[in-house]
């Protein structure tokens, strides 16, 4: 793990305009940055960067944080990979925390299978550019396939020379261990019992071209080799094994130099093969991946998530290849994500299809040739059916399964309903059939997964929900920003205290004192023993006081350059809000926002209050709840219990009140 020291140091350091102006074309605005965003396409900025807060804000996707968070959103890179990053770009030197004997050999091992597989992509791809034979045979063969050379280079294509042991000598004479050559599978070794034990090596990609296998952030994992030879006998291609650094079923060729385009586009078409996917991209549609191959896994979908919810599977016009790979789809529908298919014209492929088609052309295709998977399926497989109504009753039990699988219910409603205008038969039918299927699920999960599945028809209860709760973020949301806004400030408070007069009747008395915001909210909440219900809330709320407590202030930087995403992120949003009108030249319109400091005192009171009068009414709501009459029960068994219940209701009645009072509020 990398040392607490490196991660300050790289916080220390960077710079968040010089990190983001690597990515982004930023112009000054007053004391900060805009530019476009690099999130959509549009036209007016509305991307902004904080060089004091040392945080940015994308007003049109709602994104930000720090130089970390950007990295993370733009470049995908998880964490640590964040932090290398910054630690290379300033020339930090990364210490690592004191690990067990166990995990160094482990971690040592990845990095050794990195570093091997790093050197493997660079020496194969020279060859392309400084061997003879390379360029003679690996270069050409690209260029037959009509790659140009800023497409090689951008997916560091190469070539295996056609000799034995060449990659292996050169890797050993460069003082790379054969253990690592080994365990990558770049070297096959193997022990000869007639040498008497001693090991034989040779090249496991030899005189075959080479497709270099990235992961997001592009660090190498694998590779593809395709052979030159047309002896059947020889596999056409051929990849590296499985290894701690490598899982053919949790990656996705392209996906480096894809991501970007795929989270702008807001979609991922994903092919087959090694050359779709560069004849695409090197036709202008960037946003593409392959499975290389292999049947789809949910690990490779879930990849595709963090980017999109959308994906365009792209079949060759194969009929019975379209079949074996249809079920492919169900996974991607299993994830909540939205499925179109486009089909290409018999004898047609991605790779082949591109290269004989412009730039418009291509995308226009797409575009105008995708269709619903539900559609999609139900064309494909009624060929097969034909007029025999028992294949028919099949395809739709087949095509309600692949329903059943989509999490969202409006849009099981939706599907349900074309299914049933494509195939010309009754919804009930097929609403009856879909009910089946999900009972049946259902009786296959756990119970866990049983209790956090919506009903299908529980629409009307889940909307009421999500409003009730949502009001009571917005008050919470308040709190959060009067602490990380003004948690510092001292403010001149009045309160009012509720007394009993001479003759017995309450008043209002008022009382003056100072204090911190931070420390007054602080004080309020622990006395109503009131805990934020948002978790992101909460956790920003602890780390508020934690700090307090030591420093007796609120370190608005600690809060942006938190190791917890969340934290951080919503910290920063809540910050960069304050700074939105500097994207429209307020000022210079003399247009100012009104300054909240001056009315604190009577400001950070109503916050508390208004939560306060939130949560009374909630309990005296499911106080009166509990006195409405059961049926089953005879009333008067119940006096005692309703009558203490009625003296609750009323006691916090009185006391929404007095709160009402406080706030000059009519109840």
Request: net charge negative; glycine share 6%; with cysteine.
């Amino acid at each position: 793990m990398i040392s607490k020291d490196t991660i300050d140091k790289v916080f220390e350091t960077s710079r968040v305009e010089e990190v983001i102006g690597d990515f982004v074309n930023l112009k000054k605005a007053g004391a900060n940055f805009k530019g476009l965003s690099p999130f959509v396409d549009e036209k007016t900025p509305s991307f902004m960067v904080s060089p004091v807060k040392q945080i940015w804000k994308d007003f049109s996707t709602g994104k930000g944080g720090n130089a970390i968070t950007f990295l993370m959103e733009h470049e995908h890179y998880s964490y640590p990979e964040a932090i290398r990053f910054l630690a290379r770009k300033y020339n930090i030197e990364i210490e690592e925390t004191v690990q067990s004997d166990e995990q160094k050999k482990h971690a040592d091992e990845r990095e050794s299978m990195y570093l091997v597989s790093e050197y493997a992509k660079n020496y194969f791809h020279d060859n392309l550019f400084l061997s003879e034979k390379g360029k003679a045979i690996g270069f050409s063969y690209f260029k037959e396939r009509g790659f140009s050379d800023e497409t090689i280079k951008k997916f560091s294509l190469g070539y295996a020379l056609d000799e034995w042991t060449a990659f292996t000598d050169a890797a050993i004479e460069k003082k790379y261990d054969l253990e690592f050559l080994d365990k990558t599978g770049l070297t096959i070794v193997k022990k000869s019992s007639e040498t008497g034990g001693t090991q034989k090596m040779f090249d496991r990609f030899k005189g075959r071209v080479i497709f270099p296998i990235q992961s997001m952030s592009g660090r190498v994992l694998g590779f593809g080799g395709r052979t030159l030879l047309t002896d059947k006998k020889v596999a056409k291609y051929l990849n590296s094994p499985e290894s701690i650094i490598y899982h053919k079923s949790k990656i996705l060729y392209g996906i480096y130099q894809a991501k970007q385009s795929i989270a702008k586009e807001d979609n991922c078409y994903l092919v087959e093969g090694y050359t779709d996917v560069i004849s695409m991209f090197q036709s202008g549609v960037e946003n593409v991946v392959a499975s290389s191959g292999t049947a789809l896994t949910s690990d490779q979908i879930r990849l595709i998530h963090r980017l999109t919810s959308n994906i365009t599977v792209l079949f060759d016009g194969d009929a019975a290849g379209i079949r074996a790979s249809i079920r492919g789809i169900d996974l991607i529908l299993e994830q909540g994500m939205n499925v179109k298919v486009v089909t290409f014209p018999d004898g047609e492929d991605p790779d082949s299809f591109a290269k004989n088609r412009s730039k418009e052309e291509l995308k226009n295709y797409l575009e105008d040739s995708a269709q619903d998977f539900i559609q999609f399926k139900t064309s494909l497989l009624l060929e097969g059916a034909k007029n025999d109504p028992i294949k028919k009753a099949d395809l739709i039990r087949d095509i309600v399964a692949s329903i059943s699988k989509i999490p969202n219910n409006i849009q099981k409603e939706i599907y349900v309903q074309e299914c049933a205008r494509i195939m010309q038969i009754s919804e009930n039918v097929l609403f009856n059939e879909l009910s089946q299927n999900l009972k049946k699920e259902q009786r296959e999960v756990s119970k866990r997964q049983a209790s956090n599945r919506s009903p299908f028809t529980g629409v009307v209860k889940e909307v009421k929900q999500v409003e009730k709760v949502d009001r009571l973020m917005v008050l919470e949301a308040s709190l959060i920003w009067v602490l990380l806004i003004y948690g510092n400030i001292e403010v001149d408070f009045v309160d009012y205290v509720s007394e009993i007069d001479d003759v017995g009747k309450q008043i209002i008395k008022k009382e003056s004192y100072s204090n911190t915001v931070s420390n007054e909210i602080y004080v309020n909440l622990q006395e109503d023993e009131i805990e934020f219900t948002n978790t992101v809330f909460l956790k920003i709320y602890y780390e508020i006081i934690n700090r307090l407590n030591q420093d007796q202030t609120i370190d608005i930087d600690a809060l942006t350059n938190h190791q917890d995403t969340e934290i951080a992120a919503m910290v920063t949003n809540i910050l960069m809000d304050e700074e939105q009108h500097n994207l429209s030249d307020w000022e210079r319109h003399d247009i100012l926002p009104q300054s909240k400091e001056k009315g604190l005192p009577k400001f950070v009171p109503d916050v508390i209050y208004n939560l306060r009068r939130f949560l009374v009414k909630e309990l005296i709501d499911s106080i009166l709840v509990k006195l409405k009459p059961d049926q089953s029960d005879q009333l008067d068994k119940k006096e005692g219990f309703n009558k203490e219940l009625l003296k609750e209701a009323q006691d916090y009645i009185g006391l929404q009140k007095i709160l009402a009072e406080k706030l000059n509020r009519v109840t």
